[in-house]
């Protein structure tokens, strides 16, 4: 089935640094999301992105993370600057659609910041 | 907003046994109810997905029964074999973009 990537699978950084995660979604898809999971949590929304722009943000997209996807090349959550609550798998999805459409999602990155 | 509970969270089974997971949401506008399955390492993967009300669905090797009037969508495995090891989670989307999940269900099928 279609497949999305994630870029890198693990990053492990200090606290008050930047990171870039990076997604390769589903070729023809027009909606992206990231969500973030606390390890034994369940999986909670962030952000959601179509034509160029977030289209919905959860109370967890803080001021300091942002997403773009320049030229339709990878959809990319940045952090800047990190804290040690960011520490968690993202999960980067995209879907063709709305509604009924179904979210692919990638294999996560695993950030741990120290 | 919505609340999705999923339970249990830990279930162990034997092979050729069945089990079930049971999510409970909170809108009533809920539309949309995904299946997803997570193995280790690995994305979500789409078991399935439901719209309509009172309706059972098969896959292979499971039944998905959405319930809308006592607001539940369950996930039931027949028959399990050592493949359907994972973690599920429900997903409910009330018509916007985000996928609200439950807190998943980690299935060990042992020979």
């Known amino acids: 089935g279609p497949k999305v990537l994630q870029i890198p699978s693990h990053q492990i950084i200090d606290m008050g640094q930047m990171v870039t995660l990076n997604c390769d979604p589903v070729?023809?898809?027009?909606?992206f999301y990231w969500y973030k999971q606390i390890l034994g949590q369940q999986m909670e929304f962030l952000v959601n992105?179509?034509?160029?722009?977030?289209?919905?943000k959860s109370k967890l997209f803080k001021d300091q993370f942002s997403v773009e996807r320049p030229d339709g090349s990878y959809f990319t959550l940045k952090i800047q600057p990190t804290a040690l609550e960011d520490s968690a798998v993202y999960f980067c999805?995209?879907?063709?659609?709305?509604?009924?459409?179904?979210?692919?999602f990638g294999p996560g990155t695993r950030l741990l910041v120290l | 907003g919505e609340q999705v509970e999923q339970r249990p969270p830990h279930l162990s089974v034997r092979e050729g046994d069945s089990a079930v997971i049971i999510c409970t949401y909170t809108?009533?506008?809920?539309?949309?109810f995904f299946w997803y399955k997570q193995e280790p390492g690995a994305g979500l993967q789409l078991l399935m997905k439901v719209f309509s009300s009172t309706e059972i669905n098969e896959g292979q090797g499971f039944t998905v029964l959405l319930n809308k009037k006592d607001k539940q969508l369950s996930l039931n495995l027949t028959a399990a074999h050592p493949g359907d090891s994972a973690v599920y989670f429900c997903?409910?989307?009330?018509?916007?973009?985000?996928?609200?999940f439950g807190t998943g269900t980690t299935v060990s099928v042992s020979p």
């Open positions: 997903a409910v989307r009330e018509g916007g973009r985000a996928l609200i």
């Open positions: 999805a995209s879907s063709p659609g709305q509604g009924r459409d179904t979210q692919y």
């Open positions: 070729s023809n898809h027009l909606y």
């Open positions: 809108d009533p506008n809920s539309y949309y």
């Open positions: 992105f179509y034509n160029g722009k977030v289209m919905e």
